[in-house]
Structures are given as structure tokens and as C-alpha cells.
């Protein structure tokens, strides 16, 4: 079992920057792939970025949405997942979550994911 509990929301206006932390607790941390995906109001949830387990080398996953914006990174020492948000856009307003899947994989498909932490809010400004 994995508890996640993401922190670092808020809000911005737009170009501004934020960044996510997702602190795991409950497990082997550098077993699991980890991910942040999100969720505006009347629309579905979408993978943000991913990262692969540590032993599968932490290659990274991004939407094409947010490719050259975002990154993830990971800090295994600490069991906590960050997502850095820079040139942020109104469509980027969503609850982000944070999220962590037992194949160790990165991947932006919802179904693969396991454990889903409460989400934290980004609302970005004009």
C-alpha cells in the first residue's frame, strides 16, 4: 500500500510557475513508477508526466501539452515526486494528482495507475 499526498498548488497568473511535490509514505518508493496527472472541471482525467522505477533507468513521459514547459523529477532519497510547472497557460488550471502504478512504468494511461494520492489545485490567472 502507498499513501501519496501531493502539496504546491495555488495560484498564478499565467506565465507564472509553480512547482508540485507528491510525498510517498508505505512502500518501496523506488519500486513503483510514479506520475501526475490532471483534471479541469467537465473534463476527463489526463496524464500530465511519468517517470519510470529506478532500476528501469527513470526515463521520463510527457503530454504533448505540457513538452518543454513541465518536468518531472524524482527524488528517491526523500520518496518524493516533483512536478516543476513554468510558462503556465489558462488551460493548465486542473486538481493534479499524483499517482504511482506497481509495473513500474511510465505511461499516461489512467488504467495502469494503482495508488492515487487527494490532489492538489492549480488555478492559473489572466
Known amino acids: 500500500q502507498v499513501q501519496l499526498v501531493e502539496s504546491g498548488g495555488g495560484s498564478v497568473q499565467a506565465g507564472g510557475s509553480l512547482t508540485l511535490a507528491c510525498r510517498a509514505s508505505?512502500?518501496?518508493?523506488?519500486?513503483?513508477?510514479m506520475g501526475w496527472f490532471r483534471q479541469a472541471p467537465g473534463k476527463e482525467r489526463e496524464g500530465v508526466a511519468s517517470i519510470t522505477r529506478v532500476s528501469a533507468g527513470g526515463i521520463k513521459m510527457y503530454a504533448d501539452s505540457v513538452k518543454g514547459r513541465f518536468t518531472i523529477t524524482s527524488d528517491n532519497a526523500n520518496s518524493t515526486l516533483y512536478l516543476r510547472m513554468n510558462s503556465l497557460r489558462l488551460e493548465d488550471t486542473a486538481m493534479y494528482y499524483c499517482?504511482?502504478?506497481?509495473?513500474?512504468?511510465?505511461?499516461?494511461?489512467?488504467?495502469?495507475?494503482?495508488?492515487w494520492g487527494q490532489g492538489t489545485q492549480v488555478t492559473v490567472s489572466a
Open positions: 499517482a504511482a502504478n506497481r509495473l513500474g512504468a511510465a505511461t499516461l494511461l489512467d488504467e495502469f495507475w494503482d495508488y
Open positions: 508505505g512502500a518501496d518508493y523506488e519500486t513503483f513508477g
